[in-house]
């Protein structure tokens, strides 16, 4: 059984620019979700897919978005970076199903400079 | 509104002494909750869960929690400390009728040979 794969590890951008961060979702999995994990801190829920529909959002801009493939692969989008955004972002897939726990990938670790 | 507190930052404890972390939850509706373990530069682990049942749940690695309805409160427990629990710990809850999670803040377990 694969487990949740994130890419890549680490990244440094600049103010302004425009990333893409990708997640694999595990075997079997229909649904993914995104995190924000500022330095010091627990995870904050940025949003979820299920079957490549946008099904809940936490408190981030529209500058966050996101999209997953019929293979429930998915991508998180991240527009005019700011200082801010530097975190580790964690992708997370589960069964559906409120009751089931989320699989989590070890992040990418998102520098900005 | 839903939130998680992790009253403590860090939990210290003795190798081969009972461990507590505390968690407090408040969620609309029935909760479900969780018990994550994070490793330096690495995702989430699932340890456990609640959704029904016994308020006393069994996890992972000889891990438990109970669930306090009147309290609101998640306590993750272990009887014998092991040093390699050291580790970060956050617990999670999630609304029946919400698609999303919310963690706390984390606690940060050392466990002293």
Known sequence: ETGVTQSPTHLIK???????????????????????????????FIFQ?????ENGRGNFPPRFSGLQFPNYSSELNVNALELDDSALYLCASSL?????????GDGTRLSIL | A???????????VAEGNPLTVKCTYSVSGNP???????????????LLKYITGDNLVKGSYGFE?????SQTS?????????????ALYFCAVRAYNFNKFYFGSGTKLNVKP
């Open chain 1, 96 to 104: 559906d199903g409120v009751n089931q726990p989320q699989h989590f």
């Open chain 1, 49 to 53: 897919y299920y079957r490549e529909e």
């Open chain 2, 74 to 86: 998640f306590h993750l427990k272990k009887p014998s400390a092991l040093v390699s629990d050291s």
């Open chain 1, 14 to 44: 600049t103010r302004g620019q425009q990333v893409t961060l990708r997640c694999s979702s595990q075997s079997g999995h229909n649904t993914v979700s995104w995190y924000q994990q500022a330095l010091g801190q627990g995870p904050q």
């Open chain 2, 65 to 69: 929690a109970e669930f306090n309805k």
């Open chain 2, 32 to 46: 479900y909750l969780f018990w994550y373990v994070q490793y330096p530069n690495r995702g989430l682990q699932f």
């Open chain 2, 2 to 12: 839903q939130s998680v507190a992790q009253p403590e930052d860090q939990v210290n």
